[in-house]
Nanobody, 128 residues
Framework: QVQLVESGGGSVQAGRSLRLSCAGFGYRYKTFCIAWFRQAPGKEREGVASINREDFTTYADSVKGRFTISVDNVKNTLFLQIDGLKPEDTAMYYC??????????????????????WGQGTQVTVSS
């Protein structure tokens, strides 16, 4: 089982930027799907951005144009660049990864819970 560790969260004012990192996935020579999810208090977990071995990316409509997902395959690290932060971006951000998928599943798929490794999360708090 892969151990994923997120970092880079913090408390910032609206309009600022953050860069989240997720280390430890180790999929250097394998097919993979890696993604960022977030969960705000009292809300369901939602998929934010995903990327696969072919650098195909998918974003939730609510973050398009502000969030950028990328991966450093040499350092085994996933990134999420967040620009123009809004108070509604406040949430715990998690990374999830699997080497079992060529194409990332739909956000609603049960595969995320059943077949992916998850990190412990990093908190992002945005004040207005």
């Amino acid at each position: 089982q892969v151990q994923l560790v997120e970092s880079g969260g913090g408390s910032v004012q609206a309009g600022r930027s953050l860069r989240l990192s997720c280390a430890g996935f180790g999929y250097r020579y394998k097919t993979f799907c890696i993604a960022w999810f977030r969960q705000a208090p009292g809300k369901e977990r939602e998929g934010v951005a995903s990327i696969n071995r072919e650098d195909f990316t998918t974003y939730a409509d609510s973050v398009k144009g502000r969030f950028t997902i990328s991966v450093d395959n040499v350092k085994n690290t996933l990134f999420l660049q967040i620009d123009g932060l809004k108070p509604e971006d406040t949430a715990m951000y998690y990374c999830a990864g699997s080497s079992r998928f060529y194409a990332c599943p739909e956000w609603s798929s049960d595969s995320w819970s059943a077949a992916f490794d998850w990190g412990q999360g990093t908190q992002v708090t945005v004040s207005s």
